[in-house]
């Protein structure tokens, strides 16, 4: 018998002014790791805020846990971990100081210290938070998101700007939560990452899911997809070497 949806959005639509960034998006997300793919501008940062509570839908049904994010944010916030594109961090707090402030929010946190190890945040932990690297700014939206120990995290690009070492240590973190039992809805560029992490994938394009399945049924539909944003027209979502993972790529 399959699980109840963790996430299930139906005829989602969103404008920004005359723009249709999501456009009557369905989606479903079960129990597991759900990869959410697409170039810029596909509409995946603004679904996904949709489903945190942080933007309204303009058309559309959206539930999360089975609640409602907007009307219903009070009861859902607490089983959640929401790990942003940006933002979200006291720009002149330290690292270690923001993270321990959030464990201190939830009822039963992780161990701290033992997460910043994992991460690799030791050695900026007294490092005020705008004077931490890209890479070390998105360790720790990643120990924010999961230090409460969320029955489900949304991650948006962890991945980005990292190197090799810390792109590995945050898939090994990704595993350990699907161990553990928790849900994560993860949004990226790289198909291989989603071969790595993912249970089920889901690709976005122009605002509509246009493929849902297991990651190796989803890797066939990825090379044709095309994204219809202005700011990426012509822009083809593809292997661009045997040695690079797919990602974005603008045609010759």
Same mark, same amino acid.
């Given at each position: 018998?399959?699980?109840?949806?963790?996430?299930?959005?139906?005829?989602?639509?969103?404008?920004?002014?005359?723009?249709?960034?999501?456009?009557?998006?369905?989606?479903?997300?079960?129990?597991?790791?759900?990869?959410?793919?697409?170039?810029?501008?596909?509409?995946?940062?603004?679904?996904?805020?949709?489903?945190?509570?942080? @933007?309204?839908? #303009?058309?559309?049904?959206?539930?999360?846990?089975?609640?409602?994010?907007?009307?219903?944010?009070?009861?859902?916030?607490?089983?959640?971990?929401?790990?942003?594109?940006?933002?979200?961090?006291?720009?002149?707090?330290?690292?270690?100081?923001?993270?321990?402030?959030?464990?201190?929010?939830?009822?039963?946190?992780?161990?701290?210290?033992?997460?910043?190890?994992?991460?690799?945040?030791?050695?900026?932990?007294?490092?005020?938070?705008? @004077?931490?690297?890209?890479?070390?700014?998105?360790?720790?939206?990643?120990?924010?998101?999961?230090?409460?120990?969320?029955?489900?995290?949304?991650?948006?690009?962890?991945?980005?700007?990292? #190197?090799?070492?810390?792109?590995?240590? =945050?898939? #090994?973190?990704?595993?350990?939560?699907?161990?553990?039992?928790?849900?994560?809805?993860?949004?990226?560029?790289?198909?291989?990452?989603?071969?790595?992490?993912?249970?089920?994938?889901?690709?976005?394009?122009?605002?509509?899911?246009?493929?849902?399945?297991?990651?190796?049924?989803?890797?066939?539909?990825?090379?044709?997809?095309?994204?219809?944003?202005?700011?990426?027209?012509?822009?083809?979502?593809?292997?661009?070497? @045997?040695?690079?993972?797919? =990602?974005?790529?603008?045609?010759?």
């Amino acid at each position: 018998m399959q699980s109840e949806p963790v996430v299930q959005v139906q005829g989602l639509v969103k404008w920004y002014g005359t723009k249709t960034a999501v456009d009557g998006l369905d989606l479903e997300a079960r129990r597991g790791v759900t990869a959410v793919l697409g170039p810029n501008g596909a509409g995946k940062t603004t679904t996904v805020e949709t489903c945190e509570g942080y @933007r309204r839908p #303009d058309s559309g049904t959206v539930r999360v846990l089975g609640l409602d994010p907007v009307r219903q944010s009070a009861a859902l916030r607490p089983r959640l971990g929401v790990m942003l594109q940006s933002g979200g961090v006291y720009s002149g707090a330290r690292a270690d100081e923001m993270l321990r402030h959030v464990a201190k929010l939830h009822a039963h946190p992780l161990d701290v210290d033992a997460l910043i190890e994992r991460l690799g945040l030791g050695s900026c932990g007294r490092t005020s938070y705008r @004077r931490l690297s890209g890479g070390q700014q998105q360790r720790l939206a990643l120990a924010m998101a999961v230090v409460g120990r969320p029955e489900l995290v949304f991650l948006d690009e962890p991945t980005a700007g990292l #190197d090799p070492q810390a792109r590995h240590a =945050t898939w #090994d973190l990704v595993r350990d939560l699907r161990t553990d039992g928790v849900s994560v809805i993860l949004t990226t560029h790289y198909m291989d990452e989603a071969e790595q992490l993912a249970d089920d994938v889901a690709i976005i394009d122009a605002g509509r899911v246009i493929a849902q399945g297991s990651p190796r049924s989803c890797a066939r539909a990825a090379p044709r997809t095309r994204s219809a944003s202005p700011d990426a027209r012509g822009w083809t979502w593809r292997p661009c070497s @045997r040695r690079c993972p797919p =990602t974005l790529r603008a045609p010759r």
